[in-house]
C-alpha cells in the first residue's frame, strides 16, 4: 500500500476553511474516507506547542527566557529520552522548542501540571482526549506525561483539529471552530442556514505573539529550518511518533494556516531520507498559496516588550542572576 496524507488551510482570522485535501490521488467516490476531518492519528512532538509551551507561557510558568533542564528523568519507573538519546546542561525554552526535545517538554509539563494542559487542550482548544476509558483490566487515560507532553493519545487527533488549535497563535488567542459555508440559500433566495463560528478565547494575546516567537525559532534554526517564506513570518512544528508511523507538520503565516499529515491508512513505518515529507508538502503548497502577497509580520501586542529576563525565576533580572533579553508578557512580570 501507498502512502497516505491529508492536508487543511484556513484562514485563521475567520476560521474558514479555504482547501482541504483527505487522501491522495484522484477520489475514489462521493463520501469516502477524509483523512483530514475523519482520521484520528498520534500528533507525536507537535502536541508540545499546544499542550506544553502555551499554557505555561499563558499562565507565567515560564517565559522567553526561562532555562529548561535536559538531564535524564525517572517518574515512577518510566524514563524518557530525547531524540537524539542525548541529554544535555539545560537549555534556553527557544533551544527546547526549536529542537524539539523531550525533557525539557516534561518538566515543564511538571511544573504546569497535567490538568492544567488537559484543561486546556479539552475546554479551551476542543480536542476530544480520554479522560479514562476502561480497555480489559487497564485504564487508559491521556491525563499524563506521556500523552501531554510527547502526544502519545489512547485515540489520537485529526488534522483539522491541529489546524485549528494552532490557528489560535496566528488569531491573537482566538480558537474559532473551522468551518466550510458561510450561508446556504434555496432557490428563492430564502436563508437555510446562517453560520455563526463558534469562538472562545485559548490563550491571550500575549501568549500567542510569545509562542510565534518560539514556533518561528522552529523554522529558522530548528527541525524546520530554512522552511520559512520570504518576507512572512513562517512559524510552525514539525512532528514524528516514536516509530516514524505519522509524519506532521502544522505550521502558520499571518495569512493562512496549515496542517499536514503523512502515514499509511494501517500503521506501518514510513522510510524517509532526512526530510520530514509533511513538511515538504506545507512548504510547496504554502509557496504557492502565498506567492502573490506582500510581505507580514505578526504585530506586538503593547504590553510585550523586549526585556532582560532572569533565566531561572521569569521576573526581572537583577545583578547576580544568569539572564537573557528576550520578549516577555510585562503583565505577568
Not at 541529554?87 to 525533557?103: D, G, K, Q
Not at 468551518?179 to 436563508?191: E, H
Not at 453560520?195 to 530548528?222: C, I, M, W, Y
Request: proline residues 5%.
Amino acid at each position: 500500500s501507498t502512502p497516505q496524507s491529508a492536508m487543511i488551510i484556513t484562514d485563521p482570522s475567520t476560521g474558514q476553511i479555504k482547501g482541504m485535501v483527505g487522501g491522495t490521488g484522484v477520489k475514489k467516490g462521493a463520501r469516502v474516507l477524509n483523512r483530514a476531518t475523519q482520521t484520528y492519528r498520534q500528533p507525536g512532538s507537535t502536541i508540545k506547542p499546544i499542550s506544553v509551551y502555551g499554557p505555561a507561557v499563558d499562565t507565567g510558568v515560564i517565559t522567553l527566557g526561562s532555562s529548561v533542564e535536559n538531564s535524564p528523568l525517572d517518574i515512577n519507573g518510566w524514563k524518557p529520552n530525547n531524540a537524539n538519546k542525548k541529554f544535555s546542561a539545560p537549555v534556553n525554552v527557544r533551544t527546547a522548542v526549536a529542537y524539539s526535545y523531550n525533557l525539557p517538554a516534561i518538566r515543564v509539563l511538571e511544573e504546569l501540571t497535567v490538568d492544567k494542559s488537559f484543561d486546556y487542550m479539552t475546554n479551551k482548544l476542543h480536542f476530544n482526549l480520554v479522560e479514562s476509558k476502561k480497555d480489559g483490566d487497564t485504564t487508559l487515560t491521556d491525563k499524563g506525561y506521556a500523552p501531554l507532553a510527547l502526544g502519545g493519545l489512547t485515540e489520537g487527533v485529526t488534522v483539522m483539529q491541529m489546524n485549528a488549535a494552532y490557528s489560535t497563535f496566528a488569531n491573537g488567542g482566538e480558537y474559532i471552530k473551522p468551518y466550510c459555508y458561510t450561508t446556504v440559500y434555496d432557490s428563492n433566495g430564502k436563508v437555510l442556514l446562517d453560520k455563526t463560528p463558534d469562538r472562545n478565547e485559548a490563550f491571550s494575546e500575549e501568549t500567542a505573539f510569545l509562542v510565534t516567537q518560539l514556533l518561528k525559532g522552529v523554522v529558522q534554526s530548528g527541525t524546520a529550518a530554512g522552511s520559512g517564506l520570504r518576507g512572512i513570518d513562517t512559524c510552525g512544528k514539525t512532528g514524528s511518533t516514536d516509530d516514524n508511523m505519522d509524519r506532521w507538520f502544522v505550521g502558520y503565516t499571518p495569512y493562512y494556516s496549515g496542517a499536514v499529515w503523512v502515514g499509511y491508512d494501517e500503521q506501518k513505518v514510513i522510510s524517509y531520507g532526512g526530510n520530514n515529507p509533511a513538511l515538504t508538502i506545507w512548504n510547496a503548497v504554502m509557496k504557492k498559496v502565498h506567492e502573490d502577497l506582500p510581505a507580514k509580520t505578526f504585530e506586538q501586542p503593547n504590553s510585550v516588550k523586549k526585556v532582560y529576563i532572569c533565566s531561572n525565576t521569569g521576573q526581572y533580572a537583577t545583578s547576580g542572576c544568569p539572564g537573557v533579553t528576550d520578549f516577555a508578557n510585562t503583565k505577568l512580570m
